[in-house]
């Protein structure tokens, strides 16, 4: 019948999305009605070939070297065992060594006591010595040298080292101690490893025992010690990738201070949400924004209208689930992420996180656990670049922490002699001659619509 | 084509809410077009050739008859609109309603258009609706 065929030629010809996401059922009987009569239909089917995601390097870990300072200056964190309550060290690090002893995602585990050289020990040793206190003090070790062991020794492919350590450096005299982030440097630098990175862990534990401050000019030890909580860091220093890595195994769990330095991360997912919280006249740019593809992102603004009177305003989710801690923080985001425009005035007025309603949401916010929200009245002709940088900033904690004399610990509070020099020393080796690289880049386009 | 259904579905403005323009422009324009445009032919084809030659029905070729499938034209049409838009799960916003409407419009003059095309092939209703 001449009516229906040439309906049905028609109906062949449309147009239809190839992936549904929600509410796509109701579509879906109608397309393949209208295709069944148009067999030379040259769509392709909506199994789209997903690219497989792979990490460089997904398998475990080869190996993680733990490297425990006994030296006398530890000895409050692991006072021996007098039947009196543990420290919250002891608690913690005997934590950390079952998780790491008990973890399939790294192959091989060491466990080293550091004293004047790292001495072998087992797992049952090094928990009993954080368990039931130091039994034979090492005299004070010194950081650089250790660090510089642990670059030229133990650094491999796919391992990392941790350093579990008060981390107190004394020099040997004063006029030292300008130098002391000169010394961390050379010791990190002596080995010439080039992806060196150093992920910096900082806790607070009470402390009961002798404590040796780095400067020694009023009191050589303060006995019984403390009133105050002293920190105490776990250093992790390995190939950028294989830091990055055992961050996100071993060390995210726990809330801690935290400072990244030269490691790596992947770009974090992200996309325009043109439903939630859009303001204005702006729709996806993209050439296929009309096809909703499931999980698809968008990096393209086009706008219709903007005026002072009108501005545009869009969010950009942010999947930050693969960054540290830290990076995820919104009040380091806030201060820290910044936006590269041209010819416009975009600017970024909020930032925040998911909330339990976004991530409920039927909507593509629920993918996302941080939102940008960018304003815009005023944009140029023509298509431009407009790029959303996380900086990588020194964390304020590492000054709070620091302090230039620690022979009064108990009035200066939970603070490390020379932290921050200490860190200036790590970054120094971290960044190079270069500029300090950002955490993460998303590159964006705004424009007028056509 | 796509520019030609996007220039004549944006005649009564820019598709609402801005954030679905992409699908309007890509998807419900092109679609809801083409089949209003073999819904109108289809109904002028039922008309013309299938009641007033094929089957020779010789009492439904007055002008109030034509104005009936003008009509259902136009009611199929509009609903041509809801329909594809529902079925894109853009979000809900009253310029639905009025893309519909304006497509009833257009439903309507694609039928005229094709009824004085095509009236002539008719052997009870050349002459109408004149």
């Known amino acids: 019948m001449l009516p229906s065929v040439a309906v049905a030629l028609l109906l062949s010809g449309c147009y239809s999305r190839e992936d549904m996401n929600a509410g796509g059922e109701a579509t879906r009987p109608e397309t393949e009605e209208t295709t069944a009569p148009a067999p030379n239909d040259s769509k392709p089917a909506p199994t789209t ?35 009196a309550e543990n420290t ?43 368990r039931s206190g130091i039994q034979q003090p090492a005299s004070s070790t010194d950081i650089p040298s250790v660090l510089d062991t642990l670059v030229s020794r133990y650094y491999a492919p796919n391992s990392v080292s941790v350093l579990i350590s008060d981390f107190i450096y004394s020099p040997k005299n004063a006029g030292a101690i300008p130098y002391i982030s000169t010394d961390v440097t050379d010791a990190l630098n002596r080995a010439g490893r080039s992806d060196l990175a150093v992920s910096v862990y ?80 702006w729709y996806y740019g993209e050439k296929d924004a009309s096809k909703r593809t499931a999980g698809a992102s968008y990096h393209t603004v086009a706008v219709s209208k903007v005026s002072a009177q009108e501005p545009v305003e869009f969010v950009v989710g942010l999947d930050l689930k693969t960054l540290p801690a830290l990076y995820r923080d919104v009040n380091y985001l806030k201060p820290n992420l910044q936006l590269q425009a041209q010819d416009t005035d975009a600017k970024i007025v909020s930032v925040f996180a998911a909330t339990d ?58 603070k490390t002699f020379a932290l921050s020099s200490l860190l200036d020393g790590v970054a120094a080796v971290t960044t190079g001659e270069q500029e300090q690289a950002p955490v993460f880049r998303i590159p964006l386009t705004l424009q007028p619509a056509d | 084509m796509k520019g030609f259904f996007r220039f004549l579905y944006e005649l009564i403005g820019s598709p609402q809410p801005p954030s679905e323009t992409p699908v309007y422009r890509e998807v419900i324009f092109p679609n809801v077009g083409l089949l209003t445009l073999g819904l109108s032919l289809a109904l002028v084809l039922i008309f013309y050739y299938l009641i007033n030659r094929a089957m020779g029905v010789a009492t ?53 258009l094709f009824s004085i095309i095509l009236k002539r092939g008719s052997t009870n209703a050349s002459t109408t609706p004149f």
């Open chain 1, 49 to 83: 070939a997903e690219a497989p995601e792979q990490g460089s390097a997904a398998g475990p870990l080869a190996q993680a070297s733990i490297f425990l300072e006994v030296s006398g200056s530890m000895e409050g964190f692991m006072p021996k065992a007098s039947g």
């Open chain 1, 88 to 130: 919250r060290f002891q608690q913690h690090a005997a934590q950390f060594l079952s998780d790491l002893n008990r973890s399939t995602a790294v192959q091989r585990k060491s466990y080293f006591r550091i004293k004047e050289k790292p001495y072998a020990d087992s797992y049952q040793q090094l928990s009993q010595t954080v």
């Open chain 1, 202 to 281: 900082g806790y607070t534990s009470d402390f009961r025992g002798a404590f040796y401050p780095a400067l020694k000019t009023a009191v050589k030890k303060i006995n019984p010690c403390c009133d105050t909580d002293i920190p105490y860091y776990f250093w992790v220093v390995g190939p950028a990738d294989a830091v990055r890595r055992f961050d996100a195994l071993l060390l995210e769990r726990q809330p801690a201070q935290q400072a990244h330095f030269g490691v790596k991360y992947p770009t974090p997912a992200s996309s325009l949400l043109n439903r939630f919280q859009n303001v204005g006249s």
């Open chain 1, 357 to 414: 309603q976004t991530k409920n949401s039927s909507g593509a916010e629920n993918l996302y656990t941080h939102f940008v929200k960018v304003r815009v009245t005023r944009l140029g002709k023509a298509a431009r670049p407009l790029q959303l940088t996380l900086n990588d900033q020194r964390p304020g904690w590492i000054g709070q922490w620091t302090t230039k004399n620690d022979s009064n610990i108990n009035q200066a509070g939970a």
């Open chain 2, 60 to 112: 439904f070729n007055k002008v109030r008859h034509w104005v009936i499938f003008l009509v259902i034209s136009a009611v199929l049409s509009f609903l041509i609109g809801i329909w594809q838009a529902n079925s894109q799960a853009v979000a809900s916003h009253s310029y639905i309603y009025w893309m519909s409407t304006w497509n009833a419009i257009l439903g309507m003059v694609w039928f005229f």
